[in-house]
């Protein structure tokens, strides 16, 4: 037997909301249970990416009160050399808490935070070229 992969299934209060959020900020697209409203499950695919949504009445507080000590609840992995696109993109619609950055392990990051208050980490590598801050915590060290 073979593991294929682990996929995070996120809590949230309203799946229907959460599909939207996911759907118009990351291009996801969604397969809700069942098929009409209202949603107490769904799974989202974007290229080989997969997140599961489950209803909750009440999600597990993930919120902090300061941005930087929040968890990640999704690290979304990139390939290509998009990501700047991607993060302008996603700023249009939604405030980005951290970056674009280049942490010192060498990946581009930014973070998110859904409707829920789920912190989503996207990565990716870029060239040494790509005009992109280096983390505080490189610039400190």
């Known amino acids: 037997m073979r593991i294929q992969r682990a996929v995070p299934v996120l809590q949230v ?11 118009k900020v990351f291009e996801f697209q969604a397969n809700p249970f069942p098929a009409s409203p209202p949603f107490s499950f769904a ?10 949504l489950q209803c909750a009445d009440v999600p597990p507080a993930v919120k902090t009160t ?5 968890g990640w ?3 979304l992995r990139t390939s290509g050399e998009d990501l700047l696109a991607m993060a302008a ?4 619609i939604t405030p980005v808490l951290r970056g674009p950055e280049r942490m010192p392990y060498g990946l581009v990051e930014f973070e998110v935070e859904d409707p829920d208050g789920h912190r989503v980490c ?3 590598a870029l060239p040494a070229s790509a005009d992109v801050p280096m983390a505080k915590e490189q610039e400190e060290g």
Do not use: F, H, N
């Open 13 to 23: 209060k309203d799946v229907a909301r959460s599909i939207d959020w996911y759907v």
């Open 43 to 52: 799974i989202l695919r974007r290229d080989d990416a997969e997140i599961m």
């Open 66 to 70: 300061a941005p930087t000590e929040a």
């Open 73 to 75: 609840a999704v690290y």
């Open 89 to 92: 993109a996603v700023r249009r």
């Open 122 to 124: 996207v990565s990716g």
